[in-house]
């Protein structure tokens, strides 16, 4: 079993370390801002001062840290993780970063004599702490079979997407429709209760018919308890729509969509919604047509008497 | 059981219609186009030489057809449907309206004392075909009860959305989610592609993941396999979103990924691409990066082996 | 000279009939709301009691209405004006209606033996005092020619674009670039007003440079002095953007920059400014940055000093 | 009288560099690609063998390149500008770069006591030539003042924006603009041809009214004449609209219009019109539309008959 390094023990850091730890693997942790890792000492995790000390004390190497801003910290700051890690080392990052920077590390990283795999996923935090989430992986195959077990103590999935770049890339391209598919539901939910009907009858359709998805069975009981608590916030959504319409327009293609959509989630961020749910965008719709779009109606009783 | 009368014998009609029959109602036929009720006259069906003919012969009167123009012509043309209805006819329309249409025929119908519910449906022919189409139904609650037998031999579910113009509203509404989904996914897929990812392994990540939706479920095969033979039309997809979009005019709900999406459409079927499948949406997007969105690579093998 | 009929007595059709007054041109006049026509009866002016009694004194009739349903009102209506012209009358609509309405109105007065010529005027009150309106015309050239004098006495320049409907045409295509270059001027204001670019310099710069116009010609001075009193209000934008949409849909031409700003102005419109100048779209940008766009720095004074 | 320096000798360049000679100034000149400098030479400039060459010859130095990337291969690779000028030089920018460059740019000259200006132009080449070029100059007021006469030679006037980055800033959002414009009047025209009408009438209207711009001037006859050689080519239009959304994105400034339009280009660019003038995004629509949007019809000659 390798000795592991773990740095990022956020929302989605903590629980993946955890799950690691109980399944028996050596573990050294690190976050910059301290005391995120209590309850991971308690499962036995080492602490280390730094990212170097991490490297210093491991074989393979997990990061899961908020962007390219942090990522270029940990990795080429002070005591960062490169300029200490030993040939053979393996390094993972989850995070969400621009393939450029994750093509950047793959090569910094080969030139030390280390493998790189970007392997960003899809999946909150419930799928964090249940070990269910989705690896997309960029990089060598016979890397990513050396790390398959690791990788399925966390997840319930890895699928190999390419070279080094190509998990970043996916992320971004998997993302994109993420966020448009939520900002269709709202639309669509908008016209319904324009057109006065009842929120939870064109649910109950939607997740029946077509029109169904993957974000309309994680939202729908969130909008209609209109409980806008974060699973995904909208700010986090934005980051992603951007950091998507920058590939894009590198690689030179057209994403009208993309572009739209991401347009409306600047406006609902600007309207003060980004540290709700991506599902608040909906208040940005009620603003404009000034009417709530999840309010039951009397059909509502009616419904459960005729199906 | 009701004695049916059923118009408009096509794509769907046609399969509604014979699960009527199996069923063992007594059901006479009409289509404006002969010829299509031969395999229902097999079945036990009776032919009517008009709309007014099916009225005269029925307690409840079923229509599937194109669109506004051809209901106004069979509802209110010579021979007409809302003529010849005798006081407590029950009349269902499946078709995609207009609300506006479909308020009109509410009214005409409840002032000859008829009743009538605007029931569009979700699914396509294999839907038909086995009996589990959706229905949105809007129209008065008792007469929906009265029928539920009937619509359960048709479909699977029925789903009451409010008053009548309400089924075609909600039909609308949904349809905006439909054609913004599937562009989602042929947009990340755009993206996906340009990046140099395996569209086979970027299909299975949006299936395990938070992208997962119906209509990918649905295309992921077809487009894998470059089939854009017709499941639903673009071109009626872009009559929808049209529609969708004079709707939301209407309601002042401003909708603008409907707006991109519509457009988007409207670039297809200018590309002549409106009698192929709606996911030949892709082959618009193949133009614009000169490049296939569904292309395997070799990873495609690496795929099975490491999972 | 022609015995002229004039209906619809407006912020524009008012100046306009009193042109021909000061001309010298014998006019009746009708308005459906009564008390518009006191300064043109003091004009020397004959009143008329409806549309028909218009058409009884008229060899040439002039409309200026609101809308399609306006115009259905006065032509088809009780005493409307097509039952009652006598044949050789010709028919000059200047409103902004949908060209399918043009159409069907050309159609159904030559049946009758008069002429129609669809009209619609750019250039709003001041242009219509001033006589200085441009007129777009549809229908036969020798028809146009005919009336040149009584069209050239309201406006400074005939255009004709073709047979009956073209006018119209012609009106929504023009009014969709004013639209578009409205909404272009104000979001170039506020990624300038976000950039901490003061307002004066920045309009300065526009109406030197590339990005002049004469809607940021027009507009400038009220976005400075933040007076948004109405010269062309959003909701009537919002109107034309409505029919130029429709009208491109019937014409399969994609106009997705007209629906995104369509898109743009119902946001305005549902933010309540519709009653408001169409600059006053720039409070919907506003709202969304939390920033004016119109405020001098203290830039402004060395402006003048430097140039 | 300064002692210039001018650096990038290309279309725009040259016709600059060339009114300063011709003014009396004494002017050193390098272009990266060799050969651009045998008119200047021939007008009294003389040839140095990089920036730092230039740098060293010079009060006042000009740089007009193409991007980021070259802007900082000159002022900071081999023989770069900034490790070679002296104290109290001053360093205008007259190329489109990002604000953030221009800023870092700002600083780092500062930081050698030096002044520097980022100035650049509205205006193509023959401005260029004829010395009408509009400067929007971000920088301190006193320096600008300094250079005065030296932009006065060069242009027509000089616009102020505010501190370093705000020439930049103000390229990007008055581009913005052009942009919006272009594709404004195309859609406009795709429109009209649509609807059957003329372009040169269409045209005649839109510089007649409410939908006049600079850019529908300067397009109308390349548009009529079918004449899309390069005034400033699609490619560039793109770049300039990367360059803003990349800024809105920073200024957290939703930029809806900008981001459809960017999408619309990037179209154009991927059909092959990206080194054509912008205007050939015409080209787009025709395919659209399976149509040209320029064929002059018959009532060409009558429209100058009636008016």
Redesign the interface.
């Known amino acids: 079993m390798f000795k592991i390094g773990f740095i990022g023990l956020g929302v989605m850091g903590e629980p993946m370390a955890a799950n690691l730890l109980r399944k028996g693997y050596s573990v050294t942790v690190f976050n910059r801002t301290p005391g995120k890792a209590d309850k991971l000492l308690e499962l036995g995790a080492n602490a280390a001062a730094s990212p170097a000390a991490v490297a210093r004390a491991s074989e393979l190497i997990i990061t899961m840290i908020s962007n390219d801003d942090s990522i270029r910290e940990v990795y080429y700051g002070d005591n960062g993780l490169i300029g200490a890690i030993a040939p053979g080392t393996i390094v993972i990052d989850s995070s969400t970063i621009s393939?450029a920077l994750a093509r950047q590390l793959h090569a910094d990283i080969s030139a030390k004599s280390g493998a790189f795999l970007d392997a960003p996923v899809?999946?909150s935090k419930p799928a964090a702490e249940s070990g269910s989430l989705?690896f997309?992986v960029g990089g060598d195959?016979e890397v990513?079979?050396k790390v398959?077990d690791v990788l399925h103590t966390m997840g319930r999935?890895?699928?190999?997407?390419?070279?080094g770049?190509?998990g970043s890339?996916?992320k971004?391209?998997?993302?994109?429709?993420?966020g448009?598919?939520v900002?269709?539901?709202i639309?669509?939910?908008?016209?319904?209760a324009?057109?006065?009907?009842?929120a939870k009858?064109?649910l109950?359709?939607?997740q029946?018919?077509?029109?169904?998805?993957?974000?309309?069975e994680?939202k729908a009981p969130k909008l209609l308890d209109r409980d806008f608590s974060v699973q995904f916030s909208l700010a986090l959504m934005l980051k992603d729509l951007?950091l998507?319409?920058?590939?894009?327009?590198e690689?030179?293609?057209?994403?009208?969509?993309?572009?739209?959509?991401?347009?409306?989630y600047?406006?609902g961020?600007?309207?003060g919604l980004g540290e709700l749910d991506l599902s608040a965008l909906a208040q940005g719709?009620e603003?404009?047509?000034?009417k709530r779009i999840t309010n039951h109606?009397s059909?509502e009783d009616?419904?459960a008497a005729?199906?």
């Open positions: 393939p899809t999946g989705v997309m195959l990513i079979r398959q999935k890895v699928i190999p997407m390419g070279p770049g190509s890339t996916a971004l391209a998997h993302n994109t429709i993420v448009i598919n900002a269709a539901l639309e669509g939910m908008a016209i319904a324009s057109g006065g009907i009842d009858s064109f109950e359709l939607v029946a018919g077509g029109a169904a998805s993957k974000m309309a994680l951007r998507a319409s920058s590939l894009s327009d690689l030179k293609t057209p994403t009208p969509i993309l572009e739209a959509v991401k347009s409306l600047q406006v961020d600007a309207m719709y603003q404009w047509i000034n109606s059909v009616s419904v005729v199906d």
